[in-house]
Every structure is written in structure tokens, then in C-alpha cells.
């Protein structure tokens, strides 16, 4: 296997795309979802960034929308009380699927994505990059003095 090298991209996902139809009624959806206040301006008229407490950002964005998406999930949201975040789904009117091995379930925006909500252990990190290699240079050699 090869060695890690230094990479100018790091190994963090900084933020998810979400396509959907309507970027105020997706703003105000994700935003009940999530427990969040609907802060923050639509950008360009077709980007909503949802506010999260943690890690990677979520990104709505209403431009050329093409979906549903709905063969595989998007991605999932984590929670620590599976049972919960089925009722809470359920309350908000999402479709939502039965709990799967105790600990996912699948459900859909109301753009027909299809996200997960999972109560699993966190991702291990990433190793850390591996140092810069160093640059070494010849000293400046003085011109003699005459």
C-alpha cells in the first residue's frame, strides 16, 4: 500500500449539497427538522447553508433541481435515540421506513430525497497528514572581498 503523501485538500467533508425545488419552503422544512432557526440569507437566490452545530455543513440549493433523489440515501444525520428521531419524523409528516437493525431508518424530504438518520458510532478521523517534506537550499556563498 502506499504511504500517505501531503495533500492541498483535506480530508473533511466540508459541507453536503442538497437539490430541492423551493429554497424557502426547504430552508423552513430542514430548519424544523433540525431544531434550528431559519437564520441567514438565501444566497444567489438559490442557496440556503442550514445552520449545524457540528462537523460538515448542509447546503440547499434549488438551482437546476432535476431530482427526486432516491436510489440510495444522500447521506444520514446522526442521533443517539433512534426511537425518537422516528417519532419526531413521523410528527414533522415525513415518509418515513421502519427501524433497521435497531439502529437506522430511511426516510424523504419533502423533495423526495432520500436521507438516513442513524444512531451509530462516529466515523474514526482521519490519520494526520503526513509533514511537508522539507526544502533545503545551498547557504549564499559571500563574493570574496578584494
Do not use: Q
Amino acid at each position: 500500500m502506499p504511504s500517505p503523501t501531503a495533500s492541498p485538500i483535506d480530508a473533511h467533508i466540508g459541507a453536503v449539497f442538497i437539490p430541492v425545488r423551493d429554497i424557502r419552503a426547504a430552508r423552513d422544512w430542514y430548519c424544523r427538522l433540525l431544531g434550528a432557526e431559519p437564520t441567514g440569507e438565501i444566497l444567489f437566490g438559490h442557496i440556503y447553508v442550514v445552520p449545524m452545530r457540528h462537523g460538515s455543513g448542509l447546503v440547499l440549493d434549488s438551482k437546476d433541481f432535476s431530482g427526486p433523489h432516491d436510489r440510495k440515501p444522500l447521506f444520514h444525520f446522526n442521533t443517539t435515540d433512534i426511537a425518537a428521531a422516528r417519532a419526531s419524523l413521523a410528527a414533522l409528516g415525513a415518509p418515513h421506513g421502519d427501524i433497521v437493525d435497531g439502529a437506522f431508518l430511511m426516510f424523504k424530504d419533502p423533495d423526495g430525497n432520500l436521507l438516513m438518520v442513524a444512531d451509530v458510532p462516529p466515523a474514526p478521523p482521519a490519520p494526520p497528514a503526513p509533514p511537508a517534506p522539507l526544502s533545503v537550499t545551498a547557504p549564499a556563498v559571500a563574493a570574496p572581498v578584494a
